[in-house]
C-alpha cells in the first residue's frame, strides 16, 4: 500500500442545498470535510440517498457546491475547474458510453475530451484496451456489449488520461460476480500498479471493507465516522452481528422486543424485509440487497432479524428459542465478527440497506 | 479547444447519419411532401395543368394616375394580364378597361388604346371583376371564388415612381402603404398561394422596373437640365418618358422563369415550379425546425443517459460542449435545407425540361438566408433543450412549438395576421424563400429578423440549459 500523506483531495466545508420545486431547500450535503491522501484507496459507504454522489459530484466539479471548496492535487475545483479536472478520471454508476459507437471510438473520443490527440491518443487506447481485455472487440458497436463488458469500457474511459485521481461510484451495481470479481480486481491493478488514488463509493459494506485503505461512513449528508476499517469497528466494541434469516416477511414485534429484554449481552435488534421485485424495488437492488446479507442469500419475501450482541454465539440459542416460541421458521443463521455494517448500525440505528 | 469542438462535432454527426429514422425524417420526409404536393396540385408535364382554372374574384378600385401628363392605370393593366384584355366569362360582370396608357413606344399596345394581352395567366384564373370589395370578401367566404383581389383606389398613384420634374405634379401618397389586398379562402392554400404569388410578382416587377427606370429619368435630368425642360414642357417628350415606365406588360417572373409575359406566347406559366416553391419553401423551414429539434435533443437525451456529465468532468468548458452541439445540429440543418432545396430545384427542372432557377439566381442571397434560418431553428432548439427537463418533453414542446410557430408562419397555406406572423421564425424564412423564388434578393430584413431570434433563442436556452444541469 502506498501510504504518501500528501492530500489528492483536501474538501472543506462542502455543502450542497436544493430547492424543490414547491420552494423547499433540501440540505444533501452538510458541509463535509475530508481528505483523500495520495495513492490510497478511499471508500465512502453510505445508504441510498445518503448524499454519497452528490459530495462526489461537487469534488468533481459536475455539481457547484453551495459552500465550500474542494482541491485536487491542490487545484481547486471551483477556481481552477480545468487544471483539476484534467488530474480526476470519473467511472459514473451508469454506463455514460455512446452505445452507437466502437469500444475504440468511445475511448478515441473521450481521450480527446481529455485533451489527448494523435499517436500519443492512439497508444493510450490500446493500452486501456489491453487493460480492460477488450481489444478483440474493440471495433464492435458497445450496443452489442454484455453488461460487463459494458462496465470495462466505461471503466476504461476513465482511466484513458492516467489521471492521480479515479472516482468510481458503484462501478459493481447490477452485475455478476464474475465480473464485480474482475472490476474489484482491477481498483487494486490501478493502487498497486499505476499508482493512483481510488475515491470508491458504494452502499456494500463488504466491496468497502475488502477494498479500503480507509473508509468514510455518510448518512443523511454528513461524515459520521472516518478511519480505516480497524479505527471504525473498534468504535463499536467487541458485538458480534447474528444475522438469523426467516421465512415470514412481518414477524411480531413483540418477538423483537422480547429479544431484546430477556437475552443477556444484546443491545440492538432489527428486523427487515427482503422486497419483491418491482415493490418499490429493481432486480439489481434486490441483488445488492442479497449480497450485503452475504451467505444467507435471502429469497425475496423473507424477513431478517439483526441482532447485535457482545457475546453472540452464547446468546444465539436463547434467541432461536424465543423466536421458536413465536412460531416463526427459522431459515439460515450467521454470525458476524464487528464489520462497517455493525459500525453504521452502531451510529445510526439503523442497518446499511435501509 | 478546437480539436474537442471537432470530435463532438464529429461524434454528433456521426451518429446522426447512423439513425435511419432520423435521416428519413430530416430529408426524405420533406422532399416526398412537396414533390407530393407538387404532382397532385401542378401535374407532371411542362404546360400540362392537372388543375382547373382558379375561380378569382378582381375589384379594381385604382383611379389611375397621371404619369408625365400621360394617365396611367396599373391597376387596369394588372387586369388586363390575368383576364387577356377582356372580364372573365362570368355573367353579370362589368368588363373594366384594360391599360389606359396609349404608348407610341411599344407597338402592340397601339391601336384601339387598350392593351390586349393573351398571356397564360388567362388559363390559370377563372376572373370575376366586381366592383364592390365586401361582395368580392363575401364571394370567398362562401367558397364562390377562391380568392379575391382588391387594387386599391390609389394603386398607380404609389406605384409611380417620384421624380422631381419642372413643371409636372407626382403624386405625394406615401408608397408605403401600398398593397394590393389578396383575401384568399383559407381552404384552398394551394391556390391561394399562387394567387398571392402572381399578384405579389406582379407588384414587385411594377415596383423595381419603376424604380429602376425613375432613377434613370432622374438621373438623365439631373445631368442634363434640357432634358427637364424638354420634360416640363414638351407633350410628346413626356409621353415617351411616360410608356418607359411599366405597366401590364412587364414580366411577373418566378425564379427566372417567365409564368407570365403577355408578348410572349409561347411562354406558359411554369405552375409545378411555382407550387415547388410554395410548398417547399415551407417544408425547408419547417423541416428544419423539426431537424435542429433532432439534434439539440441529443443534449437532453445525453443528460439522461449520464454521458453529458461524465463530459462536464472532463476539462472541457460548457461553452465547448454547447457549442458543439450548437454546430453539429447547425450543419445537419444547413445540410438538409440546402439537399431539399437542391432536390427541388432539380425536379422542377427535370420537369420543365431546362434549368428552373426555383430559388432565384443569387446564390449569396440563397446561403444568406438559408444560414440565417438554420442559425434560428437551432437557437429555438436550444431554447427548448433548455425549457425540457426529458427528450419526451422536448418532442411534446417541440411539436407544440413547431406547429404554433407553422400556423403563425403560414407554413401549412394559409397566410395569419401580419403582426402574428412577424413573431415567426418560420414566417420570416419562408417570406425569404419565396422572395428569392420571385426573383426578388430584398431579404436583408428577413435575414435580420431571423439573426435577431436566434441571438435571443440562443441566450435564453443556455441560460436556462445550464440551471437545469445545476438542478
Known amino acids: ?354 | 479547444m478546437w480539436s474537442k469542438l471537432g470530435a463532438i462535432v464529429w461524434k454528433d454527426l456521426y451518429t446522426t447519419f447512423r439513425d435511419r429514422n432520423l435521416l428519413l425524417m430530416m430529408f426524405a420526409a420533406p422532399l416526398a411532401i412537396s414533390v407530393i404536393v407538387g404532382s397532385v396540385f401542378g401535374g407532371q408535364s411542362t404546360g400540362g395543368f392537372s388543375i382547373e382554372a382558379i375561380p378569382v374574384a378582381v375589384v379594381n378600385q385604382d383611379e389611375g394616375t397621371d404619369l408625365f401628363g400621360q394617365p396611367s392605370n396599373f391597376g387596369a393593366d394588372f387586369v388586363a394580364v390575368v383576364t387577356g384584355g377582356e372580364a372573365g366569362s362570368n355573367a353579370g360582370a362589368e368588363p373594366v378597361p384594360a391599360a389606359t396608357t396609349p404608348c407610341p413606344l411599344l407597338d402592340d399596345t397601339v391601336g384601339d388604346g387598350s392593351a390586349q394581352f393573351s398571356g397564360s395567366l388567362t388559363d390559370l384564373f377563372q376572373v370575376t371583376l366586381l366592383e364592390d370589395s365586401e361582395a368580392a370578401r363575401t364571394g370567398v367566404d362562401d367558397g364562390t371564388y377562391t380568392a379575391a383581389i382588391i387594387i386599391p383606389a390609389d394603386f398607380s398613384a404609389q406605384m409611380s415612381p417620384d421624380i422631381d420634374v419642372p413643371g409636372i405634379a407626382q403624386s405625394e401618397a406615401d408608397a408605403a402603404a401600398t398593397q394590393i389586398e389578396v383575401y384568399a379562402n383559407a381552404g384552398r392554400t394551394i391556390s391561394g398561394s399562387i394567387v398571392r404569388s402572381v399578384v405579389a410578382g406582379y407588384v414587385n416587377t411594377l415596383l423595381t422596373g419603376n424604380i429602376t427606370i425613375g432613377a434613370t429619368i432622374s438621373s438623365l435630368i439631373d445631368a442634363n437640365p434640357a432634358v427637364a425642360m424638354l420634360a416640363g414642357n414638351n407633350a410628346e417628350a413626356n409621353a415617351v418618358l411616360g410608356c418607359g415606365f411599366i405597366g401590364g406588360l412587364g414580366t411577373v417572373s418566378l425564379g427566372g422563369q417567365s409564368i407570365a409575359n403577355p408578348q410572349a406566347e409561347e411562354d406558359e406559366p411554369n405552375l409545378f415550379a411555382l407550387i415547388l416553391v410554395t410548398t417547399g419553401a415551407a417544408q425547408a423551414v419547417l423541416f428544419a425546425l423539426f431537424a435542429a429539434q433532432g439534434g439539440i435533443i441529443s443534449v437532453v437525451e445525453e443528460r439522461r443517459a449520464g454521458t453529458l456529465p461524465r463530459l462536464l468532468t472532463t476539462p472541457t468548458p460548457r461553452t465547448v460542449l454547447i457549442g458543439g452541439k450548437f454546430t453539429a445540429t447547425l450543419v445537419m440543418v444547413i445540410l438538409q435545407m440546402s439537399i431539399l432545396l437542391l432536390a427541388l430545384l432539380v425536379i422542377a427542372s427535370v420537369n420543365a425540361g431546362e434549368i428552373v432557377w426555383l430559388w432565384g439566381t443569387n446564390p449569396l442571397a440563397l446561403v444568406g438566408i438559408v444560414l440565417a434560418t438554420s442559425l434560428a431553428v437551432c437557437g429555438m432548439g436550444i431554447l427548448i433543450a433548455g425549457i425540457a427537463r426529458t427528450p419526451e418533453q422536448v418532442g411534446t414542446l417541440g411539436t407544440i412549438i413547431n406547429m404554433a410557430l407553422g400556423v403563425a408562419g403560414g407554413a401549412f397555406g394559409f397566410a395569419p395576421p401580419i403582426p402574428v406572423a412577424y413573431f415567426s421564425l418560420i414566417y420570416w424564412g419562408v417570406d425569404g424563400l419565396n422572395k428569392l423564388g420571385q426573383g426578388n434578393v430584398d431579404i436583408a430584413l428577413n435575414i435580420a429578423a431571423l439573426l435577431g431570434q436566434a441571438a435571443l433563442f440562443f441566450i435564453v436556452g443556455i441560460f436556462l440549459f445550464n440551471r437545469r444541469v445545476e438542478a
Open chain 1, 1 to 354: 500500500m502506498n501510504s504518501n500523506h500528501v492530500p489528492m483531495v483536501e474538501a472543506t466545508g462542502l455543502k450542497k442545498v436544493f430547492t424543490t420545486r414547491d420552494g423547499k431547500r433540501v440540505e444533501a450535503v452538510k458541509g463535509v470535510d475530508l481528505t483523500i491522501r495520495k495513492g490510497e484507496i478511499f471508500s465512502l459507504l453510505g445508504p441510498n440517498g445518503a448524499g454519497k454522489t452528490t459530495c462526489i459530484s461537487m469534488i468533481s466539479g459536475l455539481l457547484e457546491p453551495t459552500e465550500g471548496d474542494a482541491r485536487i492535487g491542490g487545484h481547486s475545483i471551483t477556481r481552477e475547474p480545468m487544471e483539476a479536472k484534467a488530474l480526476l478520471g470519473v467511472v459514473p454508476q451508469e454506463i455514460a458510453l455512446y452505445t452507437q459507437l466502437t469500444a475504440r471510438q468511445n475511448l478515441e473520443f473521450f481521450g480527446r475530451m481529455y485533451g489527448l490527440g494523435g499517436r500519443e491518443l492512439s497508444r493510450r487506447v490500446d493500452e486501456v484496451l489491453d487493460f480492460i481485455d477488450l481489444k478483440d472487440r474493440q471495433n464492435d458497436r458497445v450496443e452489442t456489449f454484455s453488461g460487463g463488458m459494458k462496465r470495462r469500457v466505461n471503466i476504461g474511459v476513465g482511466l484513458l488520461h492516467r489521471p492521480q485521481l479515479v472516482y468510481m461510484d458503484e462501478p459493481t451495481v447490477g452485475i455478476d460476480p464474475q465480473n464485480r470479481r474482475r472490476i474489484l480486481d482491477t481498483v487494486f491493478r490501478l493502487r498497486d500498479e499505476y499508482g493512483m488514488t481510488v475515491l470508491y463509493t458504494t452502499h456494500l459494506m463488504e466491496e468497502a471493507q475488502e477494498l479500503s485503505d480507509r473508509v468514510g461512513i455518510i448518512d443523511h449528508g454528513e461524515i459520521i465516522a472516518l478511519g480505516t476499517q480497524g479505527e471504525l469497528t473498534q468504535q463499536v466494541g467487541e458485538e458480534d452481528r447474528l444475522m438469523i434469516g426467516v421465512t415470514k416477511p412481518l414477524v411480531n414485534p413483540d418477538l423483537l422486543e422480547t429479544i431484546r429484554q430477556q437475552v443477556p449481552d444484546v443491545t440492538h435488534v432489527d428486523f427487515d424485509t427482503v422486497q419483491p421485485a418491482g415493490a418499490g424495488q429493481t432486480d439489481d437492488e434486490a441483488a445488492d440487497a442479497g449480497s450485503s446479507s452475504s451467505v444467507i442469500a435471502l429469497r425475496q419475501g423473507m424477513g431478517l432479524i439483526t441482532v447485535l450482541a457482545r457475546r453472540g454465539r452464547r446468546a444465539l440459542p436463547r434467541i432461536l428459542n424465543l423466536i421458536e416460541q413465536y412460531e416463526t421458521e427459522v431459515y439460515s443463521v450467521e454470525v458476524r465478527e464487528p464489520d462497517l455494517e455493525a459500525v453504521f448500525l452502531h451510529l445510526t440505528g439503523r442497518a446499511l440497506r435501509d
